[in-house]
């Protein structure tokens, strides 16, 4: 069997908690849905809309479909105060802190490609010494706290595997001495692109197109099973 060396993470839903169970299509609950929740009925309306859009292919790409998300977002009053709020909300699971210590000790890269929020990215990065951390939405604000600007990066579906090739290519390594571990069926393009994949408490799907998969009873998972196959 081939050494893997580089470990891609999704973010939501893999080394954080799920915070929003249920999912509309082919897409994966997020910290976008708790948002517009946040906000209002109306706003999660127009969110779950925008989804519908997407799942009927009428978005080009990725950053097309946060253009509409951010719009509800201004549109019902996100303050920085809020956004904050909501990603301080969100918890590790059980044994992610550990599971990152060992792997970091035992010698793998790891990598963290997600399609949400760059603070959120940036607080895992940080706390977990994770070596490379690519996120979708950046977002800037004025002294009042309002959304003046946004950076938006194609880091979901296919994009998450440009992503990772690129990677690849600056380590020097083919996708069999890569592997990748997440959740959700926007994932699915990662899981076939590695060497080996791991569905981590994941939609069916990604479980369908992975090596392995973890699934643990809500309420007791522990991300350190993960360590199982490296």
């Not at 993470?9 to 910290?31: C, L, Q, W």
């Not at 979901?156 to 990772?164: L, Q, R, T």
Request: proline share 2%; hydrophobic share 35%; net charge negative.
């Amino acid at each position: 069997m081939t050494e893997i060396k580089l470990i891609f993470f999704d973010m939501e839903g893999t080394i954080f908690r799920k915070i929003i169970k249920n999912s509309v299509g082919n897409t994966a609950p997020s910290a976008w849905t708790l948002i517009a929740k946040r906000l209002g009925e109306k706003a999660a309306e127009e969110e779950i809309e925008t989804k519908n859009k997407w799942n009927s292919g009428k978005y080009k790409g990725y950053v097309e479909w946060m253009e509409d998300a951010i719009k509800i977002q201004q549109k019902y009053g996100l303050t920085r105060e809020l956004f904050e709020k909501i990603m301080a909300l969100i918890e590790y699971y059980p044994g992610v802190k550990e599971t990152f210590e060992e792997l970091h000790r035992r010698g793998f890269h790891t990598a963290l490609i997600s399609g949400g929020f760059k603070a959120q990215a940036d607080r895992a990065q940080k706390d977990l010494k994770i070596r490379h951390a690519f996120s979708a939405c950046e977002y800037f604000w004025d002294d009042a706290g309002k959304l003046i600007h946004w950076n938006l990066l194609p880091c979901d579906y296919e994009g998450k595997v440009d992503i990772m090739r690129l990677l690849m290519k600056e380590h020097g390594l083919g996708p069999e001495q890569c592997a990748f571990v997440g959740d959700g069926r926007n994932d699915i393009p990662l899981a076939r692109t590695v060497g080996l994949s791991i569905a981590y408490n994941a939609q069916k799907e990604l479980q369908d197109a992975s090596t392995y998969s973890i699934n643990q009873q809500e309420g007791k998972e522990d991300f350190r099973e993960v360590l199982n196959y490296f």
